[in-house]
């Protein structure tokens, strides 16, 4: 029975410690106010931003997540950085794609000799026949049906 009341009186003096501890005994305050964290080192302005700047990035931490202004800059940047990075690209593969073509054909690949009819185009007289096609039958008229192209069959 001893133990129960000194394990009573010793919880009732740690609450009264802990009670006075955050209210505070007087006028002064017990836990100052922290100022909110601040974007130390953000992404470089003057420089595009490479694989370690964005690995080195360390967004500060809000009572609720991250602030969502420093993560909206952060992500703003990388994405103007990506499109910026995108249309370069798309510019030397055409520049690139332009060079090749004139350096295997001139820049007239294409373009047809004068006086050079275009020819017409036939259907080959070999093609291979569908399994339903007879040979030497009009590629029109369906087997499949006693009329042919599609009439209903005689009753």
Excluded: C, N
């Amino acid at each position: 029975m001893r133990v129960f009341w000194f394990l009573l009186l010793a919880m009732v003096v740690v609450v009264a410690a802990v009670t006075l501890a955050v209210v505070g005994g007087g006028k002064s305050a017990v836990l100052q106010d922290v100022a909110p964290e601040q974007l130390t080192d953000p992404l470089p302005a003057t420089r595009p931003v490479g694989r370690a700047d964005v690995e080195a990035l360390r967004l500060p931490v809000a009572v609720r997540g991250y602030r969502m202004t420093d993560v909206d800059e952060a992500l703003d940047r990388l994405g103007a950085e990506l499109a910026e990075r995108d249309a370069r690209i798309a510019e030397l593969e055409s520049a690139l794609a332009g060079a090749q073509a004139t350096a295997v054909g001139g820049p007239d690949l294409l373009k047809r000799p004068e006086g050079r009819p275009e020819p017409e185009w036939e259907p080959p007289q070999d093609r291979p026949r569908a399994p339903w096609e007879a040979p030497g039958q009009d590629p029109g008229q369906d087997v499949r049906r006693p009329g042919g192209h599609g009439e209903e069959p005689q009753r």
